[in-house]
């Protein structure tokens, strides 16, 4: 029997993105600000344009003194959708319900911060059946020191790390499938290094 747990596809996969709000990623130090932005638009763009069920999250974003709505990075990629807001630093208690309605098992996560509200949520669904792979290039730590041990506690609780471009690489994993052309625009604008060589692949005609 083929053992799949790791295996991640657009049609099992639902990406929950935790509380990336200003306010709470102005104490990231794991992560350059403009870094951390630059890869959430990149992941949260592929996933609109593929259609992926994505589940967004605030913490104490309204009804205090303090307003602290979602970064642009994930706003603007979304629009319409309203998050779910919250009193817990775990985040599984009041997104439970929209995971469930998904019908799908395997989660991708990303959150600020890892050592709170991303490991809370992850530890949580990973007791609740659920495979978790945490994105670390879209989640950040108040320390690079905090954010390192929150990678290998997640780890050690049976998540598995990987990144935005490897996580859209393989919701697309053939190059000329119509699903890799809808997210080459993503990848080109906020991939970086590989952004640059689809470029370049893309001036040969």
Known sequence: MTDNRNEVTVDNSVLILIDHQPWVAFGVNSIDPSLLSNNL?????SAKALDVPVILTTVGAEGGKLRDPLMRAVA????????????STNAWA?????VEATGRKTLQMAGLWTEVCLTQTAIAALAGGYRV??????????????????KRRLIQAGATPINWVGLVCE??????????????PAVTKNGAGVGLALEQAFAQG
Do not use: M, Q, Y
């Open 171 to 184: 919701w697309a994993p053939d190059f000329t499938s119509d699903e890799r052309h809808k997210v080459n």
């Open 94 to 98: 009041d997104i439970r319900e929209a």
């Open 76 to 87: 603007d990629v979304f629009p319409d959708k309203t998050p779910i807001d919250r009193t």
């Open 41 to 45: 638009e990149g992941l949260a763009s």
């Open 133 to 150: 792979f945490f994105v670390s290039d879209c989640s950040g730590g108040l320390t690079v020191e905090s954010h390192e041990d929150a």
